[in-house]
């Protein structure tokens, strides 16, 4: 087993073992989604304790957490505190930034405005290069030709990129290009996989807290790399509605009792996680549409 990566636990709950065998996750990148979908729209704040046990559900041990915990904090996504002997982490402000764009990804139905044209980058030659090009992908371009960035332009709104960007229209057929600038049929296995790993899932089950994490990790590595492309541009019998519906219905359907839990159990530095009770009726809004 690797050392970053959770399995499935025999002494844990079946459905989990069942999504972990094809959905494996690495410590870092769930205490991510953790903090993303429960804590992020309840003051941004969360006891040590709580993460252990969350990441426990999904067979990963403590000492693993601590590490993850440890690189998040020097990556300047997790701020941590002491009071007596607990330990607390909140997210950092641009942290919080970032997981509210993400979450208009996750939770709420794709754009449906019209595509106004493409947003292109020129990325430049030499070692800020890669820093770019990591930038960009996190925001969904792709890399069409060894120095252009492309991404589909809606209208949305694009945070500061650090470097000179431009849109452009054309009437010309950009298909090809768009096959050369994201791996579409990966996306689309991605896509399929998601929904043949989760169909089976069941609303009722008593591990709801930690089926619903890895549901959202798993639609999240989906949602966050989806360019939005124009029908035509994608490969037959793209499965993007199918996925989100799935999404959408499972996440509604086992909210109630993995709500239950967090307000059951999950503390910060004033006590029981309080909601903000917009934000959540959004997030829920916003399902409902899909």
């Known amino acids: 087993m690797s050392s970053t990566t959770a399995q499935p636990d025999s002494s844990g709950d079946p459905a989990i073992a069942a999504i972990l065998r094809d959905f494996p996750v690495s410590a870092g990148a769930f205490i991510v989604t953790l903090y993303g979908d429960v804590v992020a729209p309840r003051g941004g704040e969360l006891w040590m304790g709580n993460i252990i046990e969350a990441c426990a559900a999904v067979g990963i041990g403590e000492s693993r957490v601590r590490t ?14 002491k009071e007596g002997r607990r330990s607390y982490y909140r997210l950092s402000p641009e942290a919080e930034r970032e997981f ?7 939770y709420a139905p794709p754009r ?9 980058v020129v990325l430049p030659v030499g070692e800020d290069r890669d820093a770019l090009l990591s930038r960009l992908t996190a925001l969904r371009f792709g890399l069409a030709r ?3 960035a492309i991404r589909p332009d809606r209208g949305e709104p694009l945070p500061p990129l650090g470097t000179p960007h431009f849109r452009a229209t054309t ?18 296995d991605d896509m399929a996989r998601f929904v043949s790993g989760f169909s089976a899932v069941r609303a009722d089950s008593a591990a709801a807290l930690g089926l619903r ?6 639609f999240r ?3 966050l790399r989806d360019p939005a492309l124009p029908l035509g541009m994608l490969p037959e019998g793209w499965p993007a509605p199918q996925a989100r ?5 499972l996440y509604l359907a086992l909210s109630p009792a993995a709500d239950q839990a967090v307000t059951n159990g999950f503390v910060d530095r004033n006590g029981p996680l309080v909601p903000d009770q917009a934000r959540m009726a959004r997030r829920i809004a916003d399902l409902a549409e899909a």
């Open 68 to 81: 993850a915990v440890s690189r998040l904090v020097s990556g300047g996504q997790l701020v941590g505190f």
């Open 100 to 106: 509210q764009r993400a979450a208009r990804l996750i």
């Open 112 to 120: 449906a405005d019209p595509l106004r044209g493409w947003h292109m």
């Open 146 to 148: 060894p120095h252009l």
């Open 171 to 188: 009437e010309d057929d950009l298909t090809a290009l768009a096959a050369q600038a994201w791996d579409l049929p990966g996306l689309q």
């Open 213 to 218: 994490l890895l549901l959202v990790h798993a």
């Open 221 to 223: 590595r989906i949602a």
């Open 245 to 249: 519906s799935l999404f959408a219905r």
